[in-house]
C-alpha cells in the first residue's frame, strides 16, 4: 500500500511537472525569443488575412504558379493532422504509377530533360513547403508562358527566393514556393 501510495504520489507529480508546467515554460520562452515561429510561421495577404504558412505546403496546380512538392498526405493535400509518407517502397506498382503520372503531368506542361526528383516524389512528412532550386528553374518556362513574361524576370526571382543552407552547412538549398508564387502575385 506504502508503495502504490508512493508511485501514484509521483504520478501526479510528474504529470504537472512534465505535462503542464515544462510545455508552459518552454511555449513561453519561444513565444519571446521566437515569436513568428511558435505563432506558426503564417503568411499574410494585403488584407492581413492569413493564407498559409511557410513551414507547410500548399497546393498550386494552375500553370501560372510554380508547382511545389506533391504531398502524400491522405483526405486533401497538405493535411497538417495527416502528416507521413507513402510507405510506398521504389517496386511498388502503385508508386510507379503515381510516379509515371506526375512525369507525365510535367512533360504534358512544358517541362524538357531531366525532372528533379522533388517535383514527383513527395517528401517524409508529405508537407514539404520547399522545392530545389532546379525544380524551381525547369518550371520557369511553363509559368513565363502563362503569364506572359521573360523568362529572365522568373529566373532572377527564382534565385532571390532560394534560401541557403542553414547556418552555411545544413540541408539543401531551397526555394519556398508559397512565399514565391505570392511574390508572382504581387507583380504587375
Request: proline residues 7%; charged residues 15%.
Amino acid at each position: 500500500m506504502k508503495e502504490l501510495r508512493s508511485a501514484i504520489l509521483m504520478l501526479i507529480v510528474f504529470t504537472v511537472l512534465c505535462g503542464g508546467i515544462y510545455p508552459t515554460v518552454v511555449t513561453g520562452i519561444a513565444s519571446v525569443l521566437f515569436p513568428k515561429q511558435a505563432g506558426g510561421s503564417f503568411i499574410t495577404d494585403t488584407n492581413n488575412r492569413v493564407i498559409g504558412s511557410s513551414l507547410i505546403g500548399q497546393p498550386f496546380s494552375e500553370a501560372k504558379y510554380f508547382w511545389p512538392r506533391p504531398s502524400a498526405t491522405s483526405g486533401f493535400s497538405y493535411n497538417p493532422l495527416a502528416s507521413g509518407g507513402s510507405n510506398s517502397g521504389p517496386t511498388n506498382p502503385d508508386f510507379i504509377k503515381t510516379v509515371g503520372c506526375r512525369v507525365k503531368t510535367l512533360q504534358d506542361s512544358g517541362v524538357t530533360g531531366s525532372i528533379p526528383a522533388d517535383l514527383v516524389l513527395a517528401s517524409a512528412s508529405g508537407l514539404d513547403p520547399h522545392v530545389s532550386p532546379e525544380a524551381a528553374n525547369v518550371q520557369i518556362p511553363r509559368v513565363a508562358k502563362a503569364r506572359g513574361m521573360a523568362e529572365e524576370v522568373l529566373t532572377t526571382l527564382v534565385a532571390a527566393h532560394t534560401e541557403g543552407r542553414q547556418l552555411g552547412l545544413l540541408g539543401e538549398p531551397r526555394v519556398n514556393v508559397l512565399a514565391l508564387n505570392l511574390q508572382l502575385d504581387l507583380l504587375k
